[in-house]
């Protein structure tokens, strides 16, 4: 919840020092993972994309979010 909050105020490294506490706690988190990866799309940062859309697969390969993510950005793969 931390990192939400850190997320919508726009302090995006006190959200992924939250979030990465969160995914230690519980490593197979997806909305952890999604809220990561919605940092990055909030920055338009596409390498971090691609990356955080990869980490969101591994737990939940058909994830909407990801998906379109990876669509939105050109992220390689499935």
């Known amino acids: ?9 726009g302090d995006f490294a006190g ?7 969160a995914l230690e706690l519980r490593p197979e988190s997806v ?4 809220a990561r990866l919605m940092a990055c799309v909030l920055r338009e940062d596409r ?8 980490e969101v ?5 058909q994830n909407p ?4 993510a990876a669509q939105r950005f050109g992220c390689p793969g499935p």
């Open 65 to 68: 979010y990801a998906r379109e």
């Open 15 to 21: 959200a992924e020092r939250e979030l990465r506490r």
């Open 47 to 54: 390498g971090c994309v691609c990356e955080r859309v990869r």
């Open 1 to 9: 919840l931390a990192g939400a909050v850190a997320l919508g105020a």
């Open 31 to 34: 909305p952890a993972r999604r």
């Open 57 to 61: 697969r591994a737990v939940a390969p």
